[in-house]
């Protein structure tokens, strides 16, 4: 029986006499190589379809199936043989290496297409095929298909100059190849495993496996045919999961997704800026939807297999997270795509992540990756993911309240070491994110603030998106972790990261907003209580401080605010208040006495020959509780009377002529900084009214400072040079030379080494050309130094860009960064913060701007104030009066035994008959 007789028979023969066709046909393919093709074909077109399709697996595939795998490969072998034997033979552009490398090819293009018929025909049975029926050919087909995308993608190496040549055959095979894909695909999606037992879990497994090798191999070949092979995945561990979840190896599976998923960011994100093109239009388009079907795949995958992430490295997954966050909004390296582009990342990729990070917030690992204190380290990635880890870290804030209290606990009040390093909670975990994106909170990113119906109603910026996600976050946080909040809050206000501390110092706010008029209390008199103790080391965290407390102060209660002033009369807390409010309290009176104690303090400062360390502390928060009421002030006028105003420049002036030289030791240097800076930044506010001999002598002081003197008290003499814009010079002797420093000063500023100096020396200059009147100073200020002209020239540029897309020195936001984090490893001992920081602050605070301010929050109700207010029951209303009379009695008693004691001093007799005037009026 030979095969060319069996070529014409029918479907009816072969059904008839198969059983006698199959061993001969067999046997055929075992002796004769030539008609082995011919033979496979017909077994596996002709025979399988005639075989009831139980008997398929006994009858066919147990032998022909490896058989057809063993034959494959050897001819695979032999085209490599005759490769090497023509090429050491130099005839590789014969004919018959041509023709005898087209036969092999042939050949192996007619055994896939013959098994791709045979798996067409399997999978078109309506109620499926089971596993036990076919156990030998999926093994079979995914050998065929790995060797075969393999050889196609590594022939144009093989085979050097003839591929040319042959490219038409590789053509044929790679397109039997996924014709074969296509139809096993199919095939999978209706396959039934009935008995599952060890055996096919083992060998359902084995193809997962082997479906995850080949796309690897065919990844950077087809992109169609790699997208089609992890959905064939994807459905497999689906539907199959009961009998998978226990043997399937799901995280070498989800690693491989991972790597695959991080090669295809990495060809995106470094993709030449002008070839992104909206996703439509170009390959671009076609290379996002892939990785969003992808992030679909990984989230089915952990969805269905989460039980078993328990016991698996998690750290592709979270790297992975990291990647993709990294080039969408508000990454920086966002900024190259187009927002057409942007728009299609966030809608294909970025909204996958959160579902993503939902099936992750209760794993253990993912909680030990996020709160440990070096990443980078964990990771072996130093490649500075601020960023995406800081929303990474705002995304779980938000999903943690609808998890266990169990789950919030682990994240909130983690173990100390676990797993042998230590590990910070998600609220510090959040700030420390914020520290390191110092770049990203100063360029100008928007993002979409609330999302409905899928359409963003609001843009905002980085900043507000922050604050906006952790108050909420605080909103939920449970009762008993509450203390990790407040020292989270705390040691944030107090550092010395701008961010930081203004994030610490908006949240803070919203708190004592939302919470009771008795919890404002409390906290505004601990920190009172503890600014008071900063005085002993001036800092930035004094600073942050008073900021904070000044904010609290207008929401605490009309009472409340009443007994903290009281409770600090006389103290350097007083100066930190905002005196709209802290004047309607308490009048002109306080006022006049700081001032006085001032002039006390000037009266020793002048009259001693040793400048002991705690005058100096005394007067710089004397100075600072000045500039402090001048800037709770409309105009100079609401603040000092016109006296005053001359007896305090003299007195400044006076200070600043008495001043010891700063070159003895570091302590003395850092002393006499803080008094000059303290002095210069009061003297500012009144440098209008000042006389222009008196201008000239200031000035002159800053001109012998300025070639030695210290970072911070440039910056004050900038603020000096700033405020000189609105004075009108009157024509005397004095003009000539007060006219001939200005320049010279800001020339010197303007041409500082220090860039972040240099930066605010230009916008102080910028808004000194706007307003003086005297513009041959502008002129002269530049001079004759190029150098200076350009740079002024680039800035101004810069800053009247367009609004919609300004250009950004990120180069100079990157050397603010390490100047700001080199300055913030330092000491308190090492350092002296002009108490200014406040006024640079609240240039942008609606709360205490005092120009054009909105008006303020209102202030909080104490709870019996509420009682009081809502209680309809006379009965109530008596009972809240006896209270109160009963407090009001404890405290004129406690008054009574202090008086008996010591002497009352004169403020205390005053507040006594103001308190009078008061009991006599309810009288």
Same mark, same amino acid.
């Given at each position: 029986?030979?095969?060319?007789?069996?070529?014409? !028979?029918?479907?009816?023969?072969?059904?008839?006499?198969?059983?006698?066709?199959?061993?001969?046909?067999?046997?055929?393919?075992?002796?004769?190589?030539?008609?082995?093709?011919?033979?496979?074909?017909?077994?596996?077109?002709?025979?399988?379809?005639?075989?009831?399709?139980?008997?398929?697996?006994?009858?066919?595939?147990?032998?022909?199936?490896?058989?057809?795998?063993?034959?494959?490969?050897?001819?695979?072998?032999?085209?490599?043989?005759?490769?090497?034997?023509?090429?050491?033979?130099?005839?590789?552009?014969?004919?018959?290496?041509?023709?005898?490398?087209?036969?092999?090819?042939?050949?192996?293009?007619?055994?896939?297409?013959?098994?791709?018929?045979?798996?067409?025909?399997?999978?078109?049975?309506?109620?499926?095929?089971?596993?036990?029926?076919?156990?030998?050919?999926?093994?079979?087909?995914?050998?065929?298909?790995?060797?075969?995308?393999?050889?196609?993608?590594?022939?144009?190496?093989?085979?050097?100059?003839?591929?040319?040549?042959?490219?038409?055959?590789?053509?044929?095979?790679?397109?039997?190849?996924?014709?074969?894909?296509?139809?096993?695909?199919?095939?999978?999606?209706?396959?039934?495993?009935?008995?599952?037992?060890?055996?096919?879990?083992?060998?359902?497994?084995?193809?997962?496996?082997?479906?995850?090798?080949?796309?690897?191999?065919?990844?950077?070949?087809?992109?169609?045919?790699?997208?089609?092979? !992890?959905?064939?995945?994807?459905?497999?561990?689906?539907?199959?999961?009961?009998?998978?979840?226990?043997?399937?190896?799901?995280?070498?599976?989800?690693?491989?997704?991972?790597?695959?998923?991080?090669?295809?960011?990495?060809?995106?994100?470094?993709?030449?800026?002008?070839?992104?093109?909206?996703?439509?239009?170009?390959?671009?388009?076609?290379?996002?939807?892939?990785?969003?079907?992808?992030?679909?795949?990984?989230?089915?995958?952990?969805?269905?297999?989460?039980?078993?992430?328990?016991?698996?490295?998690?750290?592709?997954?979270?790297?992975?997270?990291?990647?993709?966050?990294?080039?969408?909004?508000?990454?920086?390296?966002?900024?190259?795509?187009?927002? &057409?582009?942007?728009?299609?990342?966030?809608?294909?990729?970025?909204?996958?992540?959160?579902? $993503?990070?939902?099936?992750?917030?209760?794993?253990?690992?993912?909680?030990?990756?996020?709160?440990?204190?070096?990443?980078?380290?964990?990771?072996?990635?130093?490649?500075?993911?601020?960023?995406?880890?800081?929303?990474?870290?705002?995304?779980?804030?938000?999903?943690?309240?609808?998890?266990? &209290?169990?789950?919030?606990?682990?994240?909130?009040?983690?173990?100390?070491?676990?797993?042998?390093?230590?590990?910070?909670?998600?609220?510090?975990?959040?700030?420390?994110?914020?520290?390191?994106?110092?770049?990203?909170?100063?360029?100008?990113?928007?993002?979409?603030?609330?999302?409905?119906?899928?359409?963003?109603?609001?843009?905002?910026?980085?900043?507000?998106?922050?604050?906006?996600?952790?108050?909420?976050?605080?909103?939920?946080?449970?009762?008993?972790?509450?203390?990790?909040?407040?020292?989270? /809050?705390?040691?944030?206000?107090?550092?010395?990261?701008?961010?930081?501390?203004?994030?610490?110092?908006?949240?803070?706010?919203?708190?004592?907003?939302?919470?009771?008029?008795?919890?404002?209390?409390?906290?505004?008199?601990?920190?009172?209580?503890?600014?008071? &103790?900063?005085?002993?080391?001036?800092?930035?965290?004094?600073?942050?401080?008073?900021?904070?407390?000044?904010?609290?102060?207008?929401?605490?209660?009309?009472?409340?605010?009443?007994?903290?002033?009281?409770?600090?009369?006389?103290?350097?807390?007083?100066?930190?208040?905002?005196?709209?409010?802290?004047?309607?309290?308490?009048?002109?009176?306080?006022?006049?006495?700081?001032?006085?104690?001032?002039?006390?303090?000037?009266?020793?400062?002048?009259?001693?020959?040793?400048?002991?360390?705690?005058?100096?502390?005394?007067?710089?928060?004397?100075?600072?509780?000045?500039?402090?009421?001048?800037?709770?002030?409309?105009?100079?006028?609401?603040?000092?009377?016109?006296?005053?105003?001359?007896?305090?420049?003299?007195?400044?002036?006076?200070?600043?002529?008495?001043?010891?030289?700063?070159?003895?030791?570091?302590?003395?240097?850092?002393?006499?900084?803080?008094?000059?800076?303290?002095? $210069?930044?009061?003297?500012?506010?009144?440098?209008?009214? /000042?006389?222009?001999?008196?201008?000239?002598?200031?000035?002159?002081?800053?001109?012998?400072?300025?070639?030695?003197?210290?970072?911070?008290?440039?910056?004050?003499?900038?603020?000096?040079?700033?405020?000189?814009?609105?004075?009108?010079?009157?024509?005397?002797?004095?003009?000539?030379?007060?006219?001939?420093?200005?320049?010279?000063?800001?020339?010197?500023?303007?041409?500082?080494?220090?860039?972040?100096?240099?930066?605010?020396? /230009?916008?102080?200059?910028?808004?000194?050309?706007?307003?003086?009147?005297?513009?041959?100073?502008?002129?002269?200020?530049?001079?004759?130094?190029?150098?200076?002209?350009?740079?002024?020239?680039?800035?101004?540029?810069?800053?009247?860009?367009?609004?919609?897309?300004?250009?950004?020195?990120?180069?100079?936001?990157?050397?603010?960064?390490?100047?700001?984090?080199?300055?913030?490893?330092?000491?308190?001992?090492?350092?002296?913060?002009?108490?200014?920081?406040?006024?640079?602050?609240?240039?942008?605070?609606?709360?205490?701007?005092?120009?054009?301010?909105?008006?303020?929050?209102?202030?909080?109700?104490?709870?019996?104030?509420?009682?009081?207010?809502?209680?309809?029951?006379?009965?109530?209303?008596?009972?809240?009066?006896?209270?109160?009379?009963?407090?009001?009695?404890?405290?004129?008693?406690?008054?009574?035994?202090?008086?008996?004691?010591?002497?009352?001093?004169?403020?205390?007799?005053?507040?006594?008959?103001?308190?009078?005037?008061?009991?006599?009026?309810?009288?």
């Amino acid at each position: 029986m030979t095969l060319l007789n069996v070529a014409g !028979w029918s479907q009816q023969d072969f059904a008839l006499r198969w059983k006698t066709l199959l061993p001969c046909l067999i046997m055929n393919i075992d002796e004769d190589r030539e008609s082995m093709t011919d033979a496979l074909r017909i077994i596996y077109t002709s025979i399988v379809p005639v075989i009831p399709v139980e008997d398929l697996e006994a009858s066919v595939f147990s032998d022909v199936c490896e058989k057809t795998k063993n034959h494959f490969a050897a001819i695979l072998d032999l085209l490599v043989q005759v490769l090497g034997v023509h090429r050491e033979a130099e005839d590789l552009e014969t004919g018959s290496c041509l023709s005898e490398l087209n036969t092999l090819l042939q050949v192996l293009t007619g055994i896939t297409a013959s098994v791709a018929d045979c798996v067409e025909y399997v999978s078109r049975f309506e109620n499926g095929v089971s596993l036990e029926s076919i156990r030998s050919l999926p093994s079979c087909v995914l050998d065929l298909m790995a060797a075969s995308f393999a050889h196609c993608k590594n022939s144009r190496q093989m085979y050097g100059q003839m591929f040319r040549r042959v490219s038409d055959r590789l053509s044929s095979l790679f397109r039997a190849t996924r014709q074969l894909q296509s139809n096993f695909s199919a095939l999978m999606e209706g396959l039934k495993v009935l008995n599952a037992s060890e055996e096919e879990v083992d060998e359902l497994c084995n193809v997962i496996q082997q479906l995850c090798d080949i796309c690897e191999t065919v990844s950077d070949v087809d992109v169609k045919v790699t997208v089609a092979l !992890w959905k064939t995945i994807s459905r497999l561990s689906s539907q199959h999961r009961d009998v998978l979840i226990h043997q399937l190896n799901i995280e070498c599976l989800l690693t491989q997704l991972c790597h695959y998923m991080s090669l295809s960011c990495d060809g995106f994100a470094h993709t030449e800026p002008n070839a992104l093109l909206p996703s439509d239009s170009g390959s671009q388009g076609k290379a996002i939807k892939i990785i969003g079907f992808q992030m679909r795949i990984l989230v089915t995958l952990i969805t269905e297999y989460r039980d078993q992430l328990d016991h698996i490295n998690i750290s592709p997954i979270y790297q992975l997270i990291i990647q993709i966050k990294g080039f969408l909004p508000p990454s920086l390296a966002a900024w190259k795509f187009a927002p &057409e582009v942007c728009e299609e990342l966030v809608r294909h990729v970025g909204i996958g992540l959160e579902p $993503l990070i939902t099936c992750l917030v209760d794993h253990m690992g993912f909680l030990m990756i996020n709160l440990d204190r070096d990443p980078d380290v964990l990771l072996n990635d130093a490649s500075g993911s601020g960023i995406s880890r800081l929303m990474t870290l705002l995304t779980i804030a938000q999903l943690l309240p609808s998890q266990s &209290e169990e789950v919030q606990s682990l994240w909130l009040e983690p173990p100390d070491n676990l797993e042998g390093r230590w590990k910070q909670s998600l609220v510090d975990a959040i700030f420390f994110g914020i520290s390191d994106c110092y770049v990203e909170l100063c360029v100008p990113v928007s993002l979409p603030n609330v999302i409905k119906n899928g359409v963003p109603q609001v843009q905002m910026s980085l900043y507000e998106y922050v604050v906006t996600r952790l108050c909420t976050f605080v909103v939920t946080f449970p009762a008993e972790h509450f203390t990790i909040l407040e020292n989270c /809050l705390l040691r944030n206000v107090l550092s010395r990261r701008h961010h930081c501390s203004m994030v610490a110092i908006d949240v803070w706010c919203f708190l004592a907003r939302c919470g009771s008029a008795e919890l404002c209390r409390d906290h505004c008199t601990f920190l009172a209580s503890l600014f008071q &103790e900063s005085r002993r080391a001036p800092s930035a965290e004094h600073c942050h401080l008073a900021l904070l407390i000044r904010r609290l102060f207008r929401l605490m209660a009309p009472e409340h605010q009443s007994e903290l002033v009281s409770k600090f009369a006389g103290s350097e807390v007083i100066g930190v208040l905002p005196f709209d409010v802290a004047a309607i309290l308490n009048g002109q009176n306080m006022v006049d006495a700081i001032v006085k104690d001032f002039f006390k303090s000037m009266e020793r400062w002048t009259s001693d020959d040793v400048k002991s360390v705690a005058d100096a502390k005394s007067l710089v928060f004397q100075l600072s509780t000045l500039t402090n009421i001048r800037r709770s002030s409309a105009v100079i006028e609401d603040a000092f009377s016109p006296t005053q105003q001359c007896n305090l420049a003299s007195q400044c002036v006076t200070l600043l002529s008495v001043l010891p030289s700063a070159d003895k030791t570091d302590a003395h240097r850092r002393l006499f900084c803080a008094v000059v800076s303290a002095a $210069l930044l009061f003297l500012s506010h009144l440098v209008v009214c /000042l006389r222009n001999r008196s201008i000239f002598v200031l000035l002159q002081f800053c001109d012998c400072l300025l070639p030695s003197c210290e970072d911070i008290i440039k910056l004050s003499i900038l603020e000096v040079l700033g405020e000189l814009a609105a004075k009108t010079f009157d024509p005397d002797s004095d003009q000539n030379l007060v006219f001939r420093l200005i320049p010279k000063l800001f020339s010197a500023l303007l041409d500082d080494d220090n860039v972040i100096l240099r930066q605010v020396a /230009l916008e102080t200059f910028k808004n000194f050309a706007k307003k003086t009147k005297h513009e041959t100073l502008v002129t002269e200020s530049l001079g004759g130094n190029e150098k200076i002209r350009r740079d002024f020239t680039k800035y101004m540029q810069r800053t009247t860009s367009s609004h919609n897309k300004p250009e950004v020195d990120l180069e100079l936001l990157r050397v603010q960064s390490a100047a700001v984090g080199s300055w913030c490893c330092l000491s308190n001992e090492e350092i002296w913060i002009r108490d200014d920081s406040l006024r640079m602050i609240d240039r942008d605070d609606p709360e205490t701007r005092t120009d054009n301010r909105e008006d303020p929050p209102a202030p909080k109700r104490s709870k019996i104030a509420k009682e009081i207010d809502d209680s309809d029951s006379a009965d109530k209303m008596e009972e809240s009066l006896q209270a109160a009379v009963d407090r009001l009695d404890d405290c004129i008693a406690a008054v009574e035994n202090i008086v008996r004691l010591r002497a009352v001093p004169e403020w205390g007799t005053r507040r006594l008959a103001e308190a009078k005037k008061r009991l006599d009026s309810l009288l």
